[in-house]
């Protein structure tokens, strides 16, 4: 159930509908055979909340761990920092002053080490954001099942609990700030293609998430939708019907193609994406092109 203040904002629960029922129940499928799950897609297309979803899903330990380009072993697997300083002093016999001083180097463990001792849920998001130089690490825990322990002086490794299990989500490699993975890791992974949600998800997950009403989801969904027929079909994302709805709700702006509030906002939030996608195209053609959209039912009438 969602809360109020959930509805308000736009934030709250994951929406399941049939499109994502299917692709949950294959995951699970997959990780309980033991086998690590990559989903991949454009951006906002939901790869983050479906892998948190299906994690809790599983009822144990959540770890998320986010890729950047400075993420590290020092990070995964530890590092020291700082010391631990110890201090004796004995003057029991009043002529006897003896003190004795032991400084050792504090280890700090990484976010993969309690995940693979406890048999967590990981969740690597945005893991090609990470150099791959980073992500070696995953070759002998996903193949061998054991962690090796760099960095600490012993040379050691963890065998990984048998309930441990990972969900690797990314953006396809052309977006910027992505590396390219080593074939290795890909390997060992089952990637599953995201795409955007179906129309009926969409309008689901507006009237669900914000608390618009069904003939207002469809109208925010159907002029969306028509937009990214200009482009590759993602962009905008479920990220700018999000947008619309929920500013929409919150400050009371009515859903209707002449309202000019409502046309201002959707100006607000969709003149970024398809500047995006029709980079050529002037400020000026874009915001007609999508006035033209917002009020194309309009115009048939
Ligand atoms: N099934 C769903 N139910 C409710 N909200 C959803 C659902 N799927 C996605 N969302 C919402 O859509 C937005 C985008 O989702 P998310 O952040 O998971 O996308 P992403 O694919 O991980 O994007 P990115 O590649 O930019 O990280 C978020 O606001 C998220 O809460
Ligand atoms: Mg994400």
């Known amino acids: 159930m969602l809360n109020p203040s959930d509805k308000?904002?736009?934030?709250?629960?994951?929406?399941?509908?049939?499109?994502?029922?299917?692709?949950?129940?294959?995951?699970?499928?997959?990780?309980?055979?033991?086998?690590?799950?990559?989903?991949?897609?454009?951006?906002?297309?939901?790869?983050?909340?479906?892998?948190?979803?299906?994690?809790?899903?599983?009822?144990?330990?959540?770890?998320?761990?986010?890729?950047?380009?400075?993420?590290?072993?020092?990070?995964?697997?530890?590092?020291?920092?700082?010391?631990?300083?110890k201090e004796i002093i004995d003057n029991y016999i009043h002529t006897v002053f003896k003190k004795e001083q032991e400084i050792?180097?504090?280890?700090?463990?990484?976010?993969?080490?309690?995940?693979?001792?406890?048999?967590?849920?990981?969740i690597y998001d945005e893991f090609s954001r990470s150099l791959p130089e980073a992500n070696n690490i995953f070759l002998s825990l996903l193949e061998e099942k054991v962690l090796p322990l760099y960095g600490n002086g012993k040379n050691s490794f963890i065998k990984c609990h048998p309930d441990f299990l990972i969900i690797f989500t990314s953006n396809p490699d052309e977006y910027a700030g992505t590396f390219h993975t080593q074939d290795a890791l890909l390997d060992r992974l089952i990637t599953i293609h995201l795409d955007s949600c179906d129309r009926e998800t969409e309008i689901e997950i507006l009237n669900q998430k914000t608390g618009l009403k069904k003939h207002e989801a469809e109208e925010v969904v159907r002029l969306v939708t028509n937009l990214r027929s200009y482009g590759n079909g993602f962009c905008p994302s479920l990220r700018a019907t999000i947008m619309i709805a929920a500013v929409a709700k919150k400050s009371n702006i009515e859903i209707t193609p002449t309202d000019i509030q409502y046309q201002a906002l959707c100006m607000d939030v969709l003149i970024r994406p398809m500047t995006q996608i029709l980079p050529k195209q002037p400020p000026v053609k874009i915001r007609e092109l999508i006035l033209k959209e917002i009020l194309r039912r309009e115009e048939k009438k």
């Open 104 to 122: 050792k180097p504090v280890w700090i463990d990484g976010q993969l080490i309690e995940a693979v001792k406890n048999g967590h849920v990981v």
């Open 8 to 85: 308000q904002n736009g934030t709250g629960e994951f929406v399941s509908t049939p499109f994502f029922e299917n692709i949950i129940s294959r995951t699970l499928h997959y990780l309980r055979a033991g086998f690590p799950v990559h989903f991949v897609g454009p951006t906002g297309v939901g790869k983050s909340s479906l892998a948190l979803y299906i994690a809790k899903q599983l009822k144990r330990k959540v770890t998320v761990i986010r890729g950047h380009h400075e993420l590290s072993n020092k990070d995964l697997l530890g590092q020291y920092s700082g010391v631990r300083k």
